[in-house]
């Protein structure tokens, strides 16, 4: 009598068709498992080829180096673009050599002069709350002869630049500061602080019309950002009208109102951020507690340069 036959290893089938035996080892490969991958944390990026400034602030342990436009704006020598105009007049030098380009990098200003004469460190900025009274412009000189802030202002007072403009025949708040930095960050659109006049206007106007500018509103193709506006009194077609807005374009009250019907007599700015007009005569100035700036412009988004 034969012996019995020995089965064969049950066939398995799955994709790719039947497998082979094994012999008892394993199914799969028979590498050794490789360990799990661990992602490496990444180094901080360095810059490939460092500004020499750079380099030198970093070994030295000085302040990170800045554009000499925006150091010079700081010290209240100019605006940004007043100095980036000094400096193609060739006004501006670091140790008697002329400076050719505002992007050029400093730790400070020591060296640096304008007009031969040397630009001393910035001091902590001030601010001071301007009454302008209509009939001046918001300029330091017009070459027309009209009368200007400057002619209104107090001898006294240190040199001192406008935070936004204020129309000739526009009256009401206006502040201004010694720190061309800060009147920068202040006029950009993405800080976002808040500005609130008070119109009055001749015309028909109703309380939903203007809280249509909520959602903004584009006239002869530019766009204006969300206005809060509110119908405060009428008196027969006059009425007074208290809008706040935060991008401050050209004339935006006065092309907004006109687009809406109205014809506006008196324009009177009431507030800039947490700093308000209240009973402050026209033509006086008051300056604002060093504590309380310090604390507003920490508050400040911080738009990129």
Do not use: C
């Not at 944390?41 to 302040?63: E, L, V």
């Amino acid at each position: 009598m034969e012996p019995p036959k020995k089965s064969a290893p049950p066939r398995r089938t799955g994709p790719g068709g039947p497998r082979r035996p094994t012999d008892g080892k394993p199914a799969g490969s028979s590498r050794p498992a490789r360990p799990p991958f661990k992602k490496r944390s990444a180094a901080p990026a360095k810059p490939a080829n460092p500004h020499p400034a750079r380099m030198a602030a970093a070994a030295s342990g000085t302040n990170e180096p800045q554009r000499i436009a925006k150091l010079l704006a700081r010290a209240g020598v100019a605006s940004r673009r007043e100095v980036e105009r000094m400096i193609e007049e060739g006004r501006v030098t670091l140790d008697g050599q002329l400076i050719s380009t505002p992007a050029t990098l400093l730790t400070s200003l020591n060296g640096v002069a304008v007009d031969g004469n040397p630009v001393a460190q910035p001091a902590p900025a001030r601010l001071f709350l301007f009454h302008k009274p209509s009939g001046y412009l918001t300029t330091e000189r017009d070459p027309r002869g009209r009368p200007t802030i400057y002619d209104r202002l107090p001898a006294d007072l240190p040199r001192l630049m406008p935070i936004g403009r204020l129309d000739m025949t526009t009256e009401g708040l206006l502040l201004l500061t010694t720190d061309g930095e800060f009147k920068r960050q202040m006029e950009l659109p993405a800080t976002g602080v808040p500005r609130t006049y008070r119109a009055r206007a001749f015309g028909e106007i109703s309380q939903a019309q203007l809280e249509d500018l909520f959602m903004g509103i584009e006239i002869d193709g530019i766009r204006y950002g969300q206005i809060e506006a509110n119908l405060e009194r009428r008196t027969g077609r006059n009425q007074w009208i208290e809008m706040t807005l935060t991008e401050g374009k050209n004339r935006e009250v006065r092309r907004v109102l006109e687009h809406l019907g109205l014809q506006v007599s008196r324009l009177i700015r009431t507030s800039y951020g947490p700093f308000h007009l209240g009973e402050l005569a026209s033509g006086a100035v008051e300056e604002v507690r060093q504590h309380d700036l310090i604390v507003f412009r920490k508050s400040l988004k911080t738009p990129k340069s």
